[in-house]
């Protein structure tokens, strides 16, 4: 993996980020209402899965 890699995996994610808010916004704006009362400790353990899950898909590719 060099540099050229991992510009590329970070243009890909803020395509794939950026897709959802410009096709449907308002689907986006329920999206950030139900996670501003959604429990801290329930958006880490989101969060931590879903690092947890591209570190296995690292290793397996």
Do not use: C
């Amino acid at each position: 993996m060099n540099w050229h890699d991992l510009l590329n995996a970070i243009a890909l994610l803020l395509i794939l980020e950026g897709l959802l808010p410009f096709i449907k916004p308002e689907s986006i704006k329920k999206i950030y209402h139900t996670m501003s009362q959604t429990p801290e400790s329930s958006l880490r353990m989101i969060g931590l899965a879903s690092i947890v899950a591209g570190l296995v898909l690292l290793y397996l590719s």
